[in-house]
């Protein structure tokens, strides 16, 4: 079956630090991927999204996300976090008129 | 242009009792699905509505149903409410099939 792993359900970096949150699907076809952000009591909100045009894909607040096909990847990064990235990570996937699968998330805490 | 909205915010009943959330999608998008969101079972898929059908549902029980009308604003309802149905509940919108979703802010379900 189709499906969304993120690895790592907490991550913490220090201001200032790389941030690197991993994704991975599994399925013999590419899909749609996203990363979505979810700020305490609100709704997720676009980082960024992969649709075959281009492997590496900028998204806001200076993040991005390369896929990688050889790995079925889509790690999403950001060379220099900041407080205010602290938050909840998504990663999904949509293949075609199926469903989106979310991943299960990761908080991300940003250390001062 | 402006975002989805769900009404209620927030919304406090007791077991035995149903509940009804809307959604009111992003003008122009005809694709709204529904979302649960606990600390213990993270995101979950509950259906898809495209064009007043159903397309794809989730693994819930028959408590949980919805519709969409034909202005593709969307309710959801919850019969004989239990505790474990305390949630976020998320509605997304989209333009067609595999196209980015946009969420709302949520509605916040308390049953005691």
């Known amino acids: 079956a189709q499906s969304v792993t993120q690895l790592g359900s907490h991550v913490s970096v220090s201001e200032g630090a790389l941030v690197l949150l991993r994704c991975n699907y599994s399925s013999s076809v590419p899909p749609y991927l996203f990363w979505y952000v979810q700020y305490p009591n609100q709704g997720l909100q676009l980082l960024l999204k992969?649709?075959?045009?281009?492997?590496l894909v900028k998204g806001i607040n200076g993040f991005e996300a390369e896929f990688k096909k050889s790995e079925t990847s889509f790690h999403l990064t950001k060379p220099s976090a900041h407080m205010s990235d602290a938050a909840e990570y998504f990663c999904a996937a949509h293949w075609g008129y199926q469903k989106v699968t979310f991943g299960t998330g990761t908080k991300l805490q940003v250390i001062p | 242009k402006a975002g989805v909205t769900q009404t209620p915010r927030y919304l406090i009943k007791t077991r035995g009792q149903q509940v009804t959330l809307s959604c009111s999608p992003i003008?122009?998008?005809?694709?709204v699905s529904w979302y649960q969101q606990t600390p213990g079972q993270g995101l979950q898929f509950l259906f898809e509505y495209f064009s007043e059908t159903q397309r794809n549902k989730g693994n819930f029980p028959g408590r949980f149903s919805g519709r969409q009308f034909s202005n593709s604003r969307s309710e959801m309802n919850v019969s004989t409410l239990e505790l474990g149905d305390s949630a976020l509940y998320l509605c997304?919108?989209?333009?067609?099939?595999?196209?980015?979703?946009?969420f709302g802010p949520g509605t916040r379900l308390t049953v005691l």
């Open positions: 003008s122009g998008h005809r694709s």
């Open positions: 992969y649709t075959s045009a281009a492997t």
């Open positions: 997304a919108s989209t333009v067609g099939a595999a196209d980015t979703q946009y």
